[in-house]
């Protein structure tokens, strides 16, 4: 009876010794994959399977073995996650809708959850309800989070969407239990991805921090949750106070630890604040986040994280690589083969980088170039000048990858492609669709009003690249008036200045991109009304659909053939001369760099700050004089008031 009595004794210390014991767990982490599922880097150099013999990054078959590898080194619970923005960005994507290829990879190597950003809501939420059924079909979802969404029930456009998280294929949230612990986990999005998700409408998005204390409370409560975890499509900021998830984590306590998006920020450490860990592991799988931790009494305690460079001393997973490569031959049939391409075809060649940056670039030039010229030689009639561009323009957040020389120089379809992938037509069809509509020359200069005025308000994406127009702006000069000159034309045709006053009544054509045009209609409602532009027709009726301002492809077919500007892009590289005599063309020097379409001239003097000053100057003008003015006659009255106090007192002494 006492052996009985003590091993139970026993038992029960050992009990309570081994759940006092603090229990070490790791978190694998990505953000932001957009379907990079071949790696950043010119697509002749990428090897992944033969390691150490190119200068590439990224790729998911060597995100596979890295998380592979990374399971083996643990003895303890390991989890992998993903903050959302896994979708846009390659060929690849364009068979999402059909295919769900990103979610069945994610889900093969063994994602726990997947988080959605705002590029998941590129393809509208019908688009996105076929993405996660494809992938359901297939038996190849992960897990999905999203607790942000809201519905619009008098609209049948996101009914789709709806029934799909209805059904079990989105949750709010997931508690996965590991090693005796209860792990609850949720994925929301930031207030800066959900405005930059416009082709999510009608769905909403619910504020975060409300959303964080309401799933944080259920699952604390409800779920008995040990660790809470949010996959955060927020991102983060040099400045904490401006940083979304710093101030999640500081706003809503019992967040233990958040996976953060959107920013595509590389950091050197973890953070934390508010007694919550924030880590984020860059953009595009260049780098796998791993997060160790342990939690002991209750509380989470980092241990130590490191971001794991997905380069070439790691050899990809076979079977991933397999699949990947199985999907290029897909793409080839159903997507490249109507245009003339193949997913490796070699179109042209350079001998520099065209990189990305905020401000006037090579590539950027080279982008609009494309546009114009396309838009010109498809849709234009050589005895009308006014059907030929003007002004065509493409914002900075729409340019997503650079042009790299890498070992050869020679660059394929799949890699032109990365440069401008994003979208979805009005048709339905993938990819961004050229819309035309006609200003008059106060609109372009108004529009040209986005570098100079929004941009440093709202960032790097709101970055204009223009063809056809070069001018200057005054950074010193009042809001939305900085523009100071503009020349319409070309270093090869000639430069001649814009009229950009009101009395210039004629029209002139500017194209874009749909997301790009929307903006420009909508700039307005940003600037109190100052930038309002009027989208026209080519004889000044407003435009109030931007569908009807498509351009059509082939006229001779019925219905609007969308003209997308990635072909585009393709076509105008493959007119350039093969100068070398290889049998590929060359990319031409003056795209090596600026060639000062875009002057940033900033000055105080009198002169610059008023020259051409339209009336938001002059109003600010008049209100600085109206302030001046009036403090002047406060100074002026406290002066005769203070004289008046002397003389009155002057005045009682002599009476004495």
């Given at each position: 009876m006492r052996r009985a009595l003590f091993a139970v004794i026993l038992a029960i210390v050992c009990v309570a010794g081994l759940s006092a014991q603090a229990r070490r767990f790791t978190i694998l982490h990505t953000n932001d994959l957009h379907s990079h599922v071949q790696g950043v880097s010119p697509e002749l150099d990428y090897s992944p399977l033969l390691p150490n013999n190119d200068a590439t990054v990224g790729g998911w078959s060597r995100l596979a073995s890295a998380?592979?590898?990374?399971?083996?080194?643990?003895?303890?619970?390991?989890?992998?996650?993903?903050?959302?923005?896994?979708?846009?960005?390659?060929?690849?994507?364009?068979?999402?809708?059909?295919?769900?290829?990103?979610?069945?990879?994610?889900?093969?190597?063994?994602?726990?959850?997947?988080?959605?950003?705002?590029?998941?809501?590129?393809?509208?939420?019908?688009?996105?309800?076929?993405?996660?059924?494809?992938?359901?079909?297939?038996?190849?979802l992960p897990p999905m989070l999203f607790a942000s969404a809201v519905f619009d029930p008098g609209n049948p456009k996101d009914d789709s969407l709806e029934?799909?998280?209805?059904?079990?294929?989105?949750?709010?949230?997931?508690?996965?239990?590991?090693?005796?612990?209860?792990?609850?986990?949720?994925?929301?999005?930031?207030?800066?991805?959900?405005?930059?998700?416009?082709?999510?409408?009608?769905?909403?998005?619910?504020?975060?921090?409300?959303?964080?204390?309401?799933?944080?409370?259920?699952?604390?409560?409800?779920?008995?949750?040990?660790?809470?975890?949010?996959?955060?499509?927020?991102?983060l900021a040099d400045d904490a106070d401006e940083s979304e998830d710093v101030l999640l984590a500081r706003e809503v306590p019992g967040i233990d630890i958040i996976v953060s998006g959107h920013t595509h920020t590389r950091l050197e450490a973890p953070l934390q604040a508010g007694g919550t860990i924030i880590v984020q592991a860059w953009e595009y799988g260049k780098q796998l986040g791993v997060l160790d931790f342990e939690v002991d009494a209750g509380k989470v305690r980092l241990l130590g994280w490191r971001p794991v460079a997905l380069d070439d001393s790691i050899a990809g997973d076979p079977a991933i690589q397999a699949r990947i490569d199985s999907f290029k031959r897909v793409i080839n049939h159903h997507v490249l083969a109507a245009h003339g391409l193949s997913y490796g075809q070699v179109l042209a060649e350079t001998?520099?980088?065209?990189?990305?940056?905020?401000?006037?670039t090579g590539l950027g030039?080279?982008?609009?170039?494309?546009?114009?010229?396309y838009v010109d030689r498809l849709d234009s009639d050589p005895a009308d000048p006014s059907t030929r561009v003007t002004l065509a323009v493409e914002s900075g957040g729409v340019i997503r990858d650079e042009i790299l020389r890498g070992s050869t120089g020679r660059l394929t379809v799949a890699d032109l492609f990365r440069v401008l992938p994003l979208g979805v037509g009005l048709d339905g069809s993938m990819a961004y669709p050229l819309i035309s509509i006609y200003l008059t020359g106060a609109e372009v200069r108004k529009a040209l009003e986005v570098v100079a005025s929004v941009h440093p308000l709202k960032g790097s994406?709101?970055?204009?690249?223009?063809?056809?127009?070069?001018?200057?702006?005054?950074?010193?000069?009042?809001?939305?008036?900085?523009?100071?000159?503009?020349?319409?034309?070309?270093?090869?045709?000639?430069?001649?200045?814009?009229?950009?006053?009101?009395?210039?009544t004629t029209l002139y054509r500017v194209v874009a991109n749909y997301y790009n045009s929307a903006f420009l209609k909508l700039i307005g409602g940003f600037t109190f009304h100052i930038l309002d532009i009027v989208p026209k027709d080519r004889r000044g009726v407003p435009i109030q659909d931007l569908a009807t301002g498509r351009v059509d492809a082939d006229r001779s077919r019925s219905g609007i053939q969308e003209l997308k500007e990635w072909v585009g892009l393709m076509e105008y590289v493959r007119s350039f001369p093969d100068t070398d005599g290889d049998g590929i063309p060359e990319i031409p020097a003056r795209y090596a760099g600026p060639e000062g379409r875009i002057v940033r001239a900033p000055s105080l003097s009198p002169v610059a700050l008023l020259a051409r000053a339209s009336y938001v100057t002059w109003a600010a003008v008049g209100a600085v004089v109206l302030v001046l003015a009036v403090l002047a006659g406060v100074a002026l009255l406290i002066v005769f008031l203070v004289r008046r106090g002397h003389q009155r007192k002057l005045e009682r002494v002599q009476l004495r």
């Amino acid at each position: 009876m006492r052996r009985a009595l003590f091993a139970v004794i026993l038992a029960i210390v050992c009990v309570a010794g081994l759940s006092a014991q603090a229990r070490r767990f790791t978190i694998l982490h990505t953000n932001d994959l957009h379907s990079h599922v071949q790696g950043v880097s010119p697509e002749l150099d990428y090897s992944p399977l033969l390691p150490n013999n190119d200068a590439t990054v990224g790729g998911w078959s060597r995100l596979a073995s890295a998380i592979g590898a990374v399971r083996a080194e643990r003895k303890n619970p390991v989890l992998v996650l993903d903050a959302g923005d896994f979708l846009m960005g390659t060929l690849f994507h364009m068979l999402a809708r059909e295919e769900g290829l990103e979610l069945g990879l994610l889900a093969a190597m063994g994602y726990d959850a997947v988080g959605l950003g705002n590029h998941e809501f590129d393809l509208m939420p019908d688009g996105l309800a076929r993405i996660l059924s494809a992938a359901d079909g297939r038996s190849a979802l992960p897990p999905m989070l999203f607790a942000s969404a809201v519905f619009d029930p008098g609209n049948p456009k996101d009914d789709s969407l709806e029934q799909v998280f209805a059904a079990g294929l989105v949750r709010s949230y997931r508690v996965i239990e590991k090693d005796g612990l209860r792990f609850g986990l949720f994925a929301i999005i930031g207030k800066d991805a959900a405005e930059v998700a416009p082709f999510a409408s009608p769905v909403e998005f619910r504020e975060p921090v409300e959303v964080a204390k309401e799933m944080v409370a259920l699952l604390r409560e409800r779920e008995q949750a040990d660790v809470v975890i949010c996959l955060s499509h927020s991102g983060l900021a040099d400045d904490a106070d401006e940083s979304e998830d710093v101030l999640l984590a500081r706003e809503v306590p019992g967040i233990d630890i958040i996976v953060s998006g959107h920013t595509h920020t590389r950091l050197e450490a973890p953070l934390q604040a508010g007694g919550t860990i924030i880590v984020q592991a860059w953009e595009y799988g260049k780098q796998l986040g791993v997060l160790d931790f342990e939690v002991d009494a209750g509380k989470v305690r980092l241990l130590g994280w490191r971001p794991v460079a997905l380069d070439d001393s790691i050899a990809g997973d076979p079977a991933i690589q397999a699949r990947i490569d199985s999907f290029k031959r897909v793409i080839n049939h159903h997507v490249l083969a109507a245009h003339g391409l193949s997913y490796g075809q070699v179109l042209a060649e350079t001998g520099f980088d065209l990189k990305a940056a905020e401000a006037e670039t090579g590539l950027g030039n080279l982008v609009a170039d494309s546009i114009r010229w396309y838009v010109d030689r498809l849709d234009s009639d050589p005895a009308d000048p006014s059907t030929r561009v003007t002004l065509a323009v493409e914002s900075g957040g729409v340019i997503r990858d650079e042009i790299l020389r890498g070992s050869t120089g020679r660059l394929t379809v799949a890699d032109l492609f990365r440069v401008l992938p994003l979208g979805v037509g009005l048709d339905g069809s993938m990819a961004y669709p050229l819309i035309s509509i006609y200003l008059t020359g106060a609109e372009v200069r108004k529009a040209l009003e986005v570098v100079a005025s929004v941009h440093p308000l709202k960032g790097s994406d709101y970055f204009l690249q223009v063809s056809g127009v070069r001018f200057k702006y005054n950074p010193r000069r009042v809001l939305f008036d900085r523009v100071t000159s503009v020349e319409i034309g070309s270093d090869l045709e000639g430069w001649r200045p814009l009229d950009t006053s009101r009395r210039n009544t004629t029209l002139y054509r500017v194209v874009a991109n749909y997301y790009n045009s929307a903006f420009l209609k909508l700039i307005g409602g940003f600037t109190f009304h100052i930038l309002d532009i009027v989208p026209k027709d080519r004889r000044g009726v407003p435009i109030q659909d931007l569908a009807t301002g498509r351009v059509d492809a082939d006229r001779s077919r019925s219905g609007i053939q969308e003209l997308k500007e990635w072909v585009g892009l393709m076509e105008y590289v493959r007119s350039f001369p093969d100068t070398d005599g290889d049998g590929i063309p060359e990319i031409p020097a003056r795209y090596a760099g600026p060639e000062g379409r875009i002057v940033r001239a900033p000055s105080l003097s009198p002169v610059a700050l008023l020259a051409r000053a339209s009336y938001v100057t002059w109003a600010a003008v008049g209100a600085v004089v109206l302030v001046l003015a009036v403090l002047a006659g406060v100074a002026l009255l406290i002066v005769f008031l203070v004289r008046r106090g002397h003389q009155r007192k002057l005045e009682r002494v002599q009476l004495r």
